[in-house]
């Protein structure tokens, strides 16, 4: 990169080296701005006659240029980019999304020296027009080279930033107490349909059953036919194991448990299942409060019909303490 200093009635188009400041300390145009025709004016206004700016060289990619080229292939799905001041480049939800994020990819990208990248959490919820991730290059200009080998590592290894959709969800709740389902309906629904708002979903179906293995299997296989997005169990007992009534009924109806335990906390005691493509969740405690828990990390993703797996469960270990 070069840099000179030029008459400012010749600088449009230019790059902007250094910030320019008013004499007042009011910061007129920041550092890596490309100068138009009404900052030429108001710099004259100002008094100023002169200005530095910076030019590329051929091996050269402006900061600019950097973030945005990124941004583009980073990406996947309902994900729209808009560029922003000082070589940054924010990606943004289209529509209601789960964030679903190459953690290793991200850390090998973010070990360069040429461009950093933020994202939203891994399995994260995201309303439209939020932002779920933003591109941030080094100031002026980026190494070519660099910057090729970084489109070449994304393009080998895929989108590292997925806005997987979520679209018209089906849940359907299956309340159950040792006693009477209508028991845990009573302590449960409330908060239960709170936390499903906030994920977009108004209109939970729910069935209520006694906790024992022939009501449970009956009302799970009522459920199952509706073909929902996601099934969830909220029981007022805590599974000891898959072999308990739960985990039993579970099985009576052809499930596959995929994973008993998370490293999470609260919502230790979690089980997930599957009835082919149709998840299963259980959580017991978990929906007596709105407050954070595994609930939270494990519906968007299941929403977004992405097929969580038992090592994807034990990755929550990590920011797994949530409260």
Known sequence: MRTETIDVRYSTGKLLYSTVFAGSGKKLLAKGHIIQEEDVRELETEGFRQVCVAELE????????AATGLAMEIGCGALEIRSAAGGRANIFATEPTCVLIDEDLLRQINCTASVVIATARNFSYAR?????????????????????????????????????????????????????????????????????????????????????????????????????????????????????AVGRALLRTGCNIERFLAPVEPGNLMLLAYKHDIPILASPGCFRTTKPNVLDLMIPPLLAQYRMTAPEIASLGHGGLLG
């Open 128 to 244: 439209p027009r939020q932002r779920v991730a933003t591109v941030k290059s080094v100031p002026f200009a980026v190494p070519k080279p660099q910057f090729d080998a970084l489109l070449s590592i994304i393009q080998e290894r895929g989108p590292l930033l997925q806005g997987r959709p979520i679209r018209t969800p089906l849940v359907a709740v299956l309340y159950t107490d040792p006693e009477n389902g209508s028991t845990a309906r009573q302590l449960f629904e409330n908060t239960m349909r709170q936390r499903l708002a906030a994920v977009g979903v108004n209109a939970p179906v729910a069935l209520c059953a006694g906790e024992s293995d022939d009501d449970l299997a009956k009302s799970l296989h009522r459920l199952l036919i509706l073909k929902p997005t996601l099934v969830v169990i909220a029981s007022t007992t805590a599974p000891a194991s898959p072999k308990d």
């Open 58 to 65: 051929e091996h050269e990619v402006s900061e600019a240029d």
